[in-house]
């Protein structure tokens, strides 16, 4: 069910995202104006990047094969670095024009007022759609996508606020100002929305190096302290990770010599079963490993 709505969300963004990018593609260039064209370019990579993360959300709930035994839960992260870091880039890039067109004295523009209208409502529109949609698909790249979104939503009603403001001051003292509305826009925006990618870059990077994820480490700490006491448990290690959606979790249990004489293998399960049971990330979401041992060296 979950896989079903992540894939739903991404199908409709894609197609969403096609649309809006070529009326920011077409009207940017008929208008002359930057912003609409980075608003546009910018939905054109959003788009390439919700297909690339559909393909891999497709893969993340693959069983493992025999070339990938941990599964493909590790593709995730490395995508969404990809599309922070072709975001990142993108700003740059965006910023850097912004301040050629104020050096150059900026450009006329023909304002698109209805274009910003449309490309707002559409932006908004898939927010909430997608908000709702991920209560229960609970899907990372739907909430990268949420953010893409926002951004895009952002960014078009501050063109039409700003498109507003120059439409004004068009027969007043201050018309020439309005050749710099652009470029000036163009460069707060950038400005104002690094911190996105760089956030989703941040996090991409933690999970493609393995960097324990210090809320699943507590919790897996706090499971283990109601089980330790109850079978009379000598001390554990833990390692926890996450990659994508994908929680790997390993504990190596260290046991008096005649632990378990008389009871076997079942023992043992009973206490993974314990252990489970304080754990909130749900099985098909987690690689679950118990061990147990009388030797210290081994855990």
């Known amino acids: 069910m979950q896989a079903t709505l992540e894939q739903r969300a991404l199908k409709v963004s894609i197609i969403v995202t096609l649309v809006v990018s070529s009326l920011g593609v077409t009207f940017g260039l008929l208008a002359g104006s930057q912003s609409i064209l980075f608003d546009g370019v910018f939905s054109t990579i959003d788009a390439a990047m919700s297909a690339l993360s559909l393909v891999v959300a497709r893969l993340a709930i693959r069983e493992a094969s025999q070339r990938f035994q941990h599964g493909y839960w590790h593709l995730e992260p490395l995508v969404a670095a990809l599309n922070g870091a072709i975001l990142m880039l993108?700003?740059?890039?965006?910023f850097l024009n912004a301040v050629q067109g104020l050096m150059e004295g900026g450009r006329e523009l023909d304002f698109a007022i209805a274009y910003a209208v449309v490309v707002a409502i559409a932006c908004f529109s898939m927010v909430i759609y997608q908000k709702r949609l991920n209560r229960h698909a609970d899907s990372e790249f739907v909430r990268i996508d949420?953010?893409?979104w926002l951004m895009a939503a952002l960014i078009?009603?501050?063109?039409?606020?700003a498109f507003a403001i120059a439409l004004l001051l068009q027969d007043t003292a201050w018309?020439?100002?309005?050749?710099y509305v652009d470029s000036a826009l163009l460069m707060v925006l950038t400005a104002c929305f690094m911190p996105v990618p760089l956030g989703i870059v941040r996090r991409a990077v933690r999970e493609i190096f393995l960097i324990a994820p210090s809320a699943v480490d507590r919790e897996v700490h706090a499971a283990m302290v109601p089980v330790m006491a109850r079978?009379?448990?000598?001390?554990?290690h833990s390692h926890v990770a996450k990659a994508g959606r994908g929680h790997f979790i390993e504990i190596h249990i260290v046991t008096a010599p005649e632990f378990g004489a008389g009871q076997g293998v079942a023992v043992m399960d009973e206490i993974r079963e314990?252990?489970?049971?304080?754990?909130?990330i749900p099985p098909?979401?987690?690689?679950?490993?118990?061990?147990f041992t009388a030797d210290e060296r081994w855990a």
């Open 274 to 280: 314990q252990i489970s049971a304080g754990l909130s």
């Open 231 to 236: 079978e009379g448990l000598l001390n554990y």
């Open 175 to 179: 018309a020439h100002l309005t050749r």
């Open 284 to 291: 098909e979401r987690r690689w679950f490993t118990v061990a």
């Open 156 to 161: 078009t009603t501050a063109l039409l606020v």
């Open 90 to 94: 993108l700003c740059f890039y965006a």
């Open 146 to 148: 949420i953010q893409g």
